[in-house]
Each structure stands twice: as structure tokens, then as C-alpha cells.
């Protein structure tokens, strides 16, 4: 397991692909939330105003830890932020299609997680395999 991780393709392929795959998870959950949201027909236009003011008035008790509750407050405005901009945008895309489109989006993406999560779990046994059982790999041919 040590002489994978010191190789550098294998750590380039492990961090690009959990990279892509968090950012995936991240897209299509929130393509989630905007379908259950059209389906809803009082919901309004995601605008992420109301997510950053709920976030500056419930981060009060995270002021009381110090500099460490107010990194976490600052990691948390940011990333409701970032998600905010995400919503916005795949509102913005979403908007000229169906709910039969977006519902296929969605099928799609969903998929390509579960896909992407199998494969990285593939790999990884694979690699573990190839490194505790190279020595007796003609022993376990022989027997099948």
C-alpha cells in the first residue's frame, strides 16, 4: 500500500477523481433541490438572500469560541455563498427546460455519482489485492 501512495499517477488520479466526483455530488443535489422546488407551486426563484441571512443571525453562538469559531463562521458564510451561486446558476439553466428534462438531468447525474463511487471503490480494492496477495496469485490461479 506504501508503493502506491508514493507514486504520483496514482495520487494525481485519486485527488482528480475525488475532486470531480465531490463537485458532482455537490451539482446534483442541489439540481434536486430545484426539482423539488418546481414541483412545490408557491417556490420561489433560488436567490441565496435568504441561506446568508439565516447564516450571519444563527453564527452567534460560533462568535463565543474565538478565532476558531470565527474561521467556522467564515468557512460556513463561504460555503453557503458558494452554494447560493451554484443554485442561482442551475436555476438559470434549468428554467428554459421541462421537468421531464431536468428529471433525466438529475437520473443522469445521480448515476454517474453511484458509477464514480464504485469505480474509486473498485480501484482501491484492486490496489490492495495486487499489493497483499501478489505472492500467492499463481496459488490462487492454480486453484480456479
Same mark, same amino acid.
Given at each position: 500500500?506504501? #508503493? $502506491? *501512495?508514493?507514486?504520483?499517477? *496514482?495520487?494525481? #488520479? @485519486? @485527488?482528480?477523481?475525488? @475532486?470531480?466526483?465531490?463537485?458532482?455530488?455537490?451539482?446534483?443535489?442541489? $439540481?434536486?433541490?430545484? %426539482?423539488?422546488?418546481? &414541483?412545490?407551486?408557491? &417556490? %420561489?426563484?433560488?436567490?441565496?438572500?435568504?441561506?446568508?441571512?439565516?447564516?450571519? +443571525?444563527?453564527?452567534?453562538?460560533?462568535?463565543?469560541?474565538?478565532?476558531?469559531?470565527?474561521? %467556522?463562521?467564515?468557512?460556513?458564510?463561504?460555503? =453557503?455563498?458558494?452554494?447560493?451561486?451554484?443554485? +442561482?446558476?442551475? +436555476?438559470?439553466?434549468?428554467?428554459?427546460? =421541462? =421537468?421531464?428534462?431536468?428529471?433525466?438531468?438529475?437520473?443522469?447525474?445521480?448515476?454517474?455519482?453511484?458509477?464514480?463511487?464504485?469505480?474509486?471503490?473498485?480501484?482501491? &480494492?484492486? &490496489?490492495?489485492?495486487?499489493?497483499? $496477495?501478489?505472492? @500467492?496469485?499463481? $496459488?490462487?490461479?492454480?486453484?480456479?
Amino acid at each position: 500500500m506504501t #508503493y $502506491l *501512495w508514493q507514486r504520483s499517477g *496514482w495520487l494525481g #488520479y @485519486f @485527488f482528480v477523481m475525488s @475532486f470531480a466526483l465531490g463537485l458532482l455530488l455537490i451539482f446534483t443535489s442541489c $439540481l434536486d433541490a430545484i %426539482l423539488v422546488a418546481r &414541483a412545490d407551486i408557491q &417556490a %420561489l426563484p433560488f436567490s441565496g438572500i435568504n441561506s446568508r441571512q439565516n447564516t450571519v +443571525e444563527s453564527g452567534d453562538w460560533l462568535k463565543k469560541l474565538g478565532k476558531v469559531g470565527q474561521g %467556522l463562521l467564515w468557512l460556513r458564510i463561504t460555503w =453557503d455563498n458558494l452554494i447560493g451561486k451554484v443554485m +442561482e446558476f442551475l +436555476e438559470t439553466w434549468t428554467a428554459p427546460k =421541462d =421537468d421531464k428534462q431536468v428529471a433525466w438531468t438529475l437520473g443522469i447525474g445521480w448515476a454517474c455519482c453511484g458509477g464514480g463511487l464504485a469505480g474509486g471503490t473498485l480501484v482501491f &480494492a484492486k &490496489a490492495m489485492c495486487v499489493a497483499h $496477495l501478489t505472492p @500467492f496469485i499463481p $496459488l490462487m490461479c492454480s486453484v480456479v
